[in-house]
């Protein structure tokens, strides 16, 4: 029957995860220059809009459906058909629906943490059609595979709350993204400083608020698991914001507040795949590397040469491998009765099977994002604006507008 305190609970926990779109948006848009502060808030916005449409007319029946060989859900709940008030497969006490509206919005933010990726050069007409192409053939799949009764479930991974789905499979295309499309015009010549970090803590601290829904809410109940991951996710969290300004201030001489937010951000990615899995000092000790590993990531980037305008790679990818593995090494049923141990507690298997899954989610989202946007580009007549149109920002070229009128 429903419990009116689990779909109280649920219900909220689902706006906190829409904030976070926005938070994105604005954790983004404060680290680009002024002239593309629009286009990048649009391309974060605007998934709220495209996702939430196709995740009913398709999206969610493919993710959730009824398993079609371990590698996707079939059509049956297509159009929501079948799916109503009364509870559904995946939980006993809220509605159908409601679950439904709870996992929309993972898969709307998913694709927006890419656009960090390719900020400030790629065309719109261009986004719209990868961020289509890429949630139904990249996020779909993988979203199936973890939690929809697909391969990776069936090994025995974990993932709490999106660590593989959502974190790993974003960095892993933001990768390629930023390969395929180049180096911003002057990039490494010029200084690309962030026009406004008021904006940037802002974002990141909307998404920290907000990701209290995204890993309380996986327990899909208000229950212990869901306190136990919300206690951890702010105790991750906290650590890691201070691993990062730690490293920062020692090896770049200041701590920033960009440093701050990044790495609170890090540690909020590092901890969601064992946020319900792990006890409270795991998580800190997560955070920790998580904040650490991340921030030597970003500080990497510049030498090995591609050019990932807002870190997702570092941030996301990294601290997404991480928490995934971390959950292989923390997992107590001492913490979740109803998880399992990890490999620090007695049961190596569980490593083996998280970073099994993690590797197939990277090679997949690597090798289909290139293939999204090679047909992308064929399409739209190439993904990035004109050399001119870069010049000029994307909040003029893409959208008439301007964010600031001085």
């Not at 507040?257 to 951000?265: D, E, N, P, Q």
């Amino acid at each position: 029957m429903i419990n009116t305190g689990d779909t109280a609970f649920m219900m909220t926990a689902t706006a906190l995860v829409m904030l976070m779109t926005p938070g994105l948006a604005l954790f983004y848009g404060g680290m680009v220059r002024s002239k593309n502060v629009l286009g990048t808030l649009m391309q974060s916005f605007i998934c709220l809009g495209l996702i939430s449409i196709t995740w009913v007319l398709f999206g969610y029946s493919l993710a959730f459906g009824p398993d079609t060989g371990g590698f996707i859900g079939n059509l049956q709940w297509a159009g929501l058909s079948g799916v109503g008030l009364t509870p559904g497969p995946y939980s006993e006490t809220i509605p159908h629906l409601l679950f439904v509206a709870f996992q929309m919005m993972f898969a709307v933010i998913t694709p927006a943490l890419i656009t960090g990726a390719f900020a400030e050069r790629m065309k719109f007409s261009a986004f719209l059609l990868f961020t289509l192409l890429w949630s139904t053939l990249v996020y779909l799949p993988v979203c199936h595979w973890v939690w929809g009764g697909g391969w990776i479930g069936k090994l025995g991974a974990l993932d709490f709350a999106g660590g593989t789905v959502i974190h790993i499979n974003s960095g892993a295309a933001a990768l390629v993204c930023a390969l395929v499309l180049g180096k911003r015009k002057g990039y490494g010549r010029e200084p690309f400083h962030p026009h406004n970090l008021s904006m940037t803590i802002l974002g990141a601290g909307i998404l920290w608020f907000g990701w209290f829904g995204f890993n309380a809410g996986s327990a899909l109940a208000a229950s212990e698991i869901a306190v136990l991951a919300f206690f951890t996710t702010q105790v991750a969290t906290a650590a890691a914001a201070l691993a990062w300004i730690t490293m920062e201030w020692k090896i770049q001489g200041k701590p920033t507040t960009l440093g701050a937010a990044s790495g609170a951000v890090a540690g909020l990615v590092a901890i969601t795949p064992g946020a319900g899995f792990v006890s409270p000092i795991s998580a800190i000790i997560i955070g920790l590397i998580g904040g650490a590993a991340c921030y030597l990531a970003v500080v990497a980037k510049p030498r090995i040469g591609y050019d990932d305008s807002l870190d997702v790679v570092g941030v996301h990818g990294i601290g997404g491998l991480w928490g995934a593995l971390a959950t292989g090494l923390f997992a107590s049923t001492a913490a979740n009765p109803g998880g399992a141990n990890g490999l620090f507690f007695g049961n190596a298997s569980l490593l083996g099977a998280q970073a099994y899954g993690a590797v197939a989610t990277i090679i997949y989202s690597m090798i289909v994002t290139w293939i999204i946007l090679k047909i992308v580009g064929t399409v739209t007549g190439g993904l990035r604006v004109s050399l001119d149109d870069e010049q000029q920002g994307l909040d003029l070229t893409q959208h008439s507008e301007t964010g600031y009128a001085l």
